[in-house]
């Protein structure tokens, strides 16, 4: 059983900072694709940061040099660590994990269909 629990979120002024914590458990993150995605009200999920098994990562053009993505696995959590925050990045926030680890071309690492196992959400909210 794949469970996913994410933390962290809160309400902030914009320009401050948040980091986004994930703590899975029946899964042992380094074996698989892992993503940070975000959904605000009456829109598509969108992909925000992923993480490789082979290590690269990837970010949404609107985060790139704000959002970081991290792991330990030693406590076989994922991190987001958002800096710089816009009242556009309110959403909530989810942490997701694929059921495969092959590393190709094909695969669409901030695309919501690459990913089985997800978390409930954590609410991030920013005002101007």
């Known amino acids: 059983q794949v469970q996913l629990l994410e933390s962290g979120g809160g309400s902030l002024q914009a320009g401050g900072s948040l980091r986004l914590s994930c703590v899975a458990s029946?899964?042992?993150?380094?074996?698989?694709?892992l993503a940070w995605f975000r959904q605000a009200p009456g829109k598509e999920r969108e992909g925000v940061a992923s993480w490789a098994t082979d290590g690269n990562t990837k970010y949404a053009g609107s985060v790139k040099g704000r959002f970081t993505i991290s792991r330990d696995d030693a406590k076989n959590a994922l991190y987001l660590q958002m800096n710089s925050l816009k009242p556009e990045d309110t959403a909530i926030y989810y942490c997701a994990a694929s059921d495969f680890k092959v590393v190709a071309a094909w695969v669409k690492p901030l695309a919501p269909y690459e990913y089985k196992f997800w978390g409930q959400g954590t609410q991030v909210t920013v005002s101007s």
């Open positions: 029946g899964v042992t993150y380094s074996s698989y694709y």
